[in-house]
């Protein structure tokens, strides 16, 4: 402005002097050139400035990552944690850890499994034999209840108000989730990739087709290669949710238990102390944990639960159908004392169905605040 200000007080000063009129030409077409320049620089740093202004408030947005993208992200992750670090400070990722840590790291898990090994008790051979351990009662002083045509899974009292839980793993027996829900007048979130139900299985309960994630793909997925499931972590589905509490996590989908503890490390160390209760099935042949990192994880999720301040209501053990021929890697009898194996049906026929053996590698839990 000054410079143009300066430019007109000397084309002034042309006009009122004596000088020759084709140096006044000169000057004045000199000077209109000027304050062109000066009206072009001017509108090029007002464009550059502004775009420097809309580029950093566009890397504030996209820093600023919402609840639906993150979800996103985590629905069409592979999964696979290579290159990434665990975000709690005393138990690393599988990935993160050199082999000489991985062996001690492994040591450690195993020495926390044990006794809920112990707990969980040894072989039943037949079916007439008892084959549940109740630990302790509830914050009630109650026995936990059954909920469920299955009776695999049971929730510890006294009802809590308000009341939500997550349920994976439906199939076609959405029992569980569908009573207790009535019961306890809780708000459900339940999914399953391998099924479809219709969006509502009851007034309070939705159906989602997503399942949990895997460290490896499990036997329902590769039924069917060219149907691509849609996975999350427990993380991530409370944080989409917006529920800073969950009262209830039930758990029974085949290997995704095993991916349990990875993705808390990964995504939310506090995860499990916003858990009131979770009600999980675990799988210990080999055709779901069959390597050092799978049994890592596995082990792990025994120390997580404990350090979040959870205990032991109830567990019981019972057969994997077919898939106990594929055996237990031996670390889950003697490092952790699992319940592992399986015998014939000699001389009944009868339970004999499909050829499938009686067995004991497959295992439900209940861990609750008392």
């Not at 139900?197 to 036997?219: D, E």
């Not at 991530?236 to 800073?244: A, H, K, M, V």
């Not at 994880?297 to 077919?322: N, R």
Request: hydrophobic residues 35%.
């Amino acid at each position: 402005v000054t410079t143009l200000q300066k430019t007109s007080q000397l084309a002034f000063h042309c006009e009122a002097s004596n000088i020759p009129r084709s140096m006044k030409r000169a000057i004045k077409l000199k000077n209109l050139l000027l304050a062109g320049s000066l009206v072009v620089i001017t509108f090029v740093l007002f464009i550059i400035l502004a775009f420097n202004k809309l580029e950093n408030g566009c890397s504030t947005m996209t820093n600023q990552q919402p609840l639906q993208g993150a979800l996103h992200n985590s629905l069409y992750s592979s999964g696979n944690d290579n290159g990434s670090r665990s975000r709690q400070s005393k138990w690393k990722l599988w990935t993160e850890m050199s082999p000489s840590e991985q062996n001690v790291a492994l040591e450690e898990v195993f020495a926390r499994a044990k006794p809920y090994g112990t707990m969980l008790g040894k072989k039943v051979y037949w079916k007439s034999e008892v084959s549940q351990t109740f630990h302790q009662n509830c914050t009630d002083g109650k026995r936990p209840t059954m909920f469920g045509e299955g009776g695999e899974h049971m929730a510890c009292g006294p009802k809590p108000d308000p009341c939500k839980f997550i349920s994976f793993g439906i199939r076609d027996d959405p029992s569980f989730d569908i009573q207790f829900s009535e019961s306890w007048n809780c708000r459900g979130f339940a999914g399953d990739p391998s099924i479809t139900h219709p969006s509502k299985l009851s007034p309070a309960v939705t159906f989602h087709n997503i399942g949990l994630k895997l460290l490896r793909p499990n036997i329902e997925q590769k039924r069917d290669p060219a149907d691509e499931w849609i996975l999350a972590s427990l993380p991530s589905i409370r944080q989409f949710l917006g529920w800073d509490y969950v009262d209830l996590i039930k758990i029974d989908c085949e290997g995704c238990e095993v991916a349990m503890a990875r993705d808390i490390l990964l995504e939310d160390p506090s995860f499990l102390n916003n858990i009131g209760q979770i009600s999980i099935e675990t799988h210990a042949t080999k055709t779901w944990v069959n390597g050092t990192e799978e049994l890592y994880y596995y082990a792990l999720m025994f120390a997580l639960l404990e350090d979040a301040g959870l205990k032991l209501i109830w567990s019981d053990k019972f057969g994997c159908g077919k898939y106990e021929r594929d055996g237990c890697m031996p670390e889950m009898e003697k490092k952790m004392n699992m319940s592992c194996g399986y015998a014939e049906y000699r001389g009944k026929p009868e339970l004999n169905k499909n050829n499938i053996p009686n067995g004991w590698s497959c295992h439900d839990w209940l861990w609750a605040r008392v």
